[in-house]
């Protein structure tokens, strides 16, 4: 019966065990999986494209080697959020036109522009820094195919978090216009890197049903919170300072108290008027159209090769 069925998938998840796909499981808990592990999968995707402009300037064959191979990750870490979307009972065809009709969100952060070749180093840093903060909490999610996809993930992630801050060392140890350009680089990006944890938790509808289902394991002010009293002795080794004149420690709670992002700005991000936003989308409508007669050639070799192995 429907009430046993229940019960087994709150026995399950109360126990820190994994639903799989071919468990039971409620309405609400597949479309939310789905909403957020699309929306995820989206967002590595869109997130080839701000690095992506800087392949073709990157400073030595070094650099472009990394950055390429950076950059072919994310492709990879779409492909494996796609598949574990895919578990749930939808279509990856079906995922691509809900991102590019503008159906399905993707993060926020996408949305800005990449303007120097220091952001390539501070998205390393910062962006992806975050992204692990997020993350690595998602290992542990209830739902099986989505917590195994975050451990490679994250393994990932943190070698792109270390590149960014190895690359930001090298110009930090430069001259004074590349020491100038890091820091002009950190002051656009931080408040958008604190932005990509969501909305501040009185004002995050999905959180509390997310946390019970255990697909969340902390709320977007906690991480928010960790990512800021990690990123500040970083700055420091560094040698840079963020644009926030509230940042201070906080002895009592020993951690750092900080400044309120501009929710204002997230929310015209989050509805498609960000900077980049409608280019991101093009390029991805443009590529997918592109690549029309790709797919078209592998679904034909597909079947005939199925059909050989029939005679
Ligand atoms: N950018 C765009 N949309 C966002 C963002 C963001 N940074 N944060 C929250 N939202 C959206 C939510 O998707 C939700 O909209 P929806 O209900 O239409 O889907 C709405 O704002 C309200 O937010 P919450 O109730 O807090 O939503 P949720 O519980 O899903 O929490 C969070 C948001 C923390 C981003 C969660 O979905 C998550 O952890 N996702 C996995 C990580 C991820 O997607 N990372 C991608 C960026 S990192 C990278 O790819 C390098």
């Known amino acids: 019966t429907t009430t046993e069925l229940e019960t087994e998938f709150e026995r399950i998840v109360q126990s820190d065990q994994r639903i799989e796909p071919r468990d039971w499981m409620p309405d609400g808990y597949r479309k939310t999986l789905i909403r957020q592990i699309a929306q995820h999968a989206h967002s590595e995707i869109i997130g080839m494209q701000p690095e992506g402009n800087w392949l073709t300037r990157a400073p030595s064959l070094r650099r472009k080697a ?121 002051n656009r990006w931080w408040w958008p890197a604190l932005m990509m944890f969501g909305p501040p938790d009185d004002r995050s509808p999905n959180s509390a049903q997310s946390m019970a289902w255990r697909i969340k394991r902390h709320t977007n002010d906690e991480l928010r919170q960790r990512f800021v009293d990690m990123s500040v002795p970083q700055a420091e080794v560094l040698g840079v300072t963020f644009p926030d004149p509230d940042l201070a420690w906080n002895a009592e709670r020993g951690s750092y108290d900080f400044g309120e992002p501009d929710w204002d700005e997230f929310m015209q991000v989050v509805k498609g008027n960000g900077a980049t936003s409608v280019e991101r989308i093009a390029n991805r409508r443009a590529a997918h159209e592109n690549g029309a007669w790709v797919r078209e050639a592998a679904a034909a070799f597909a079947a005939r090769t199925a059909g050989s192995e029939k005679e």
Not at 74 to 90: D, F, I, Q
Not at 109 to 120: E, G, M, R
Request: with cysteine; aromatic share 10%.
């Open 66 to 186: 990394i950055l390429m191979a950076k950059v072919q990750d994310e492709a990879g870490h779409g492909l494996y959020l796609y598949s574990a979307t895919e578990t749930l009972g939808v279509d990856r065809a079906e995922l691509t036109a809900n991102l590019i009709e503008g159906r399905q969100k993707y993060s926020s952060i996408f949305n800005y522009p990449t303007l120097s070749y220091a952001d390539v180093g501070v998205i390393g840093w910062l962006v992806d820094g975050a992204a692990i903060c997020n993350q690595v909490p998602l290992c542990r999610s209830s739902y099986g195919p989505y917590g195994r996809a975050m451990i490679r993930v994250c393994k990932e992630e943190s070698f792109h978090q270390r590149q960014g801050f190895e690359l930001l060392m090298t110009m930090m140890s430069g001259t004074q216009g590349q020491r100038d350009m890091v820091q002009e680089s950190v």
